[in-house]
């Protein structure tokens, strides 16, 4: 079946501009997460869904990002006047959310390329 | 605060040899541990995934162990081959409901032909 998707796969903007980031997890899963992948940084957790809500947003850098999930599908990821420090890879992944947590997996798309000139 | 540490950063081996990569985490308290492979310019590709009441998980020539109780997983990979390369994580869960991974920063394999 199909995976997790993402698009754009590359995003290339400008300093100071807004960007949008879209996330298609698998169909059925209940939980979503974004991730962001940087130099120096490695994987870091930013949010994470259950259904439509956020209840953990713990990890978003600073309120220029924001994100949203609708119809318990797809979500956006919303980073506003983009800053050259938020040049890095967004990883979107979502899971099924087994009754038995030690059986969760999550499965990742292939990211959001993003370079802020 | 969960921390997880990989090592070596690093690592190049010939054709054919049997490999063992180490990751090691802080706090035992996981329900799982989750070995991942990342190509170059692509996302994460889920490896294997050991429960908290195993011990070790096999997958045609990779094999996963873990020691929850010394906070420390190995992967090993046997006969290794060039389409092996690849860097490789580890992640753990948090204890929280969110669940989000915490990564270890990879180890960058390379498989000479």
């Known amino acids: 079946g199909a995976g997790v998707s993402q698009s754009p796969s590359n995003k290339v903007t400008e300093k100071g501009k807004d960007v949008e980031l879209r996330c298609d997890p698998i169909?059925?899963?209940?939980?979503l997460y974004w991730y962001r992948q940087s130099l120096g940084q490695g994987l870091e957790f930013l949010i994470y869904f259950q259904g439509n809500s956020a209840p953990d947003k713990s990890g978003l850098p600073s309120d220029r990002f924001s994100a949203e999930r609708t119809g318990g599908s797809v979500s956006t990821l919303t980073i506003q006047r983009t800053q050259q420090e938020d040049s890095a890879v967004y990883l979107c992944?979502?899971?099924?959310?087994?009754?038995?947590?030690?059986?969760?997996?999550?499965?990742f798309g292939p990211g959001t390329r993003l370079l802020v000139l | 605060k969960q921390e997880v540490t990989q090592i070596p950063a690093a690592l190049s081996v010939p054709e054919g040899e049997n490999l063992v990569l180490n990751c090691s985490f802080t706090d035992s308290a996981i329900y799982n541990l989750q070995w991942f492979r990342q190509d170059p310019g692509k996302g994460l590709t889920s490896l294997l995934l050991i429960q908290s009441s195993q011990r070790e998980q096999t997958s045609g020539r990779l094999n996963a162990s873990l020691d929850k109780s010394s906070g420390r997983s190995t992967l090993y990979i046997a006969a290794s081959q060039p389409g092996d390369s690849a860097t490789y994580l580890c992640a753990v869960p948090s204890s929280g409901s969110a669940r989000q991974l915490t990564f270890g920063s990879g180890t960058q394999l390379t498989v000479l032909p």
């Open positions: 169909s059925g899963h209940t939980a």
């Open positions: 992944a979502s899971s099924l959310r087994p009754w038995l947590e030690s059986q969760e997996t999550q499965y």
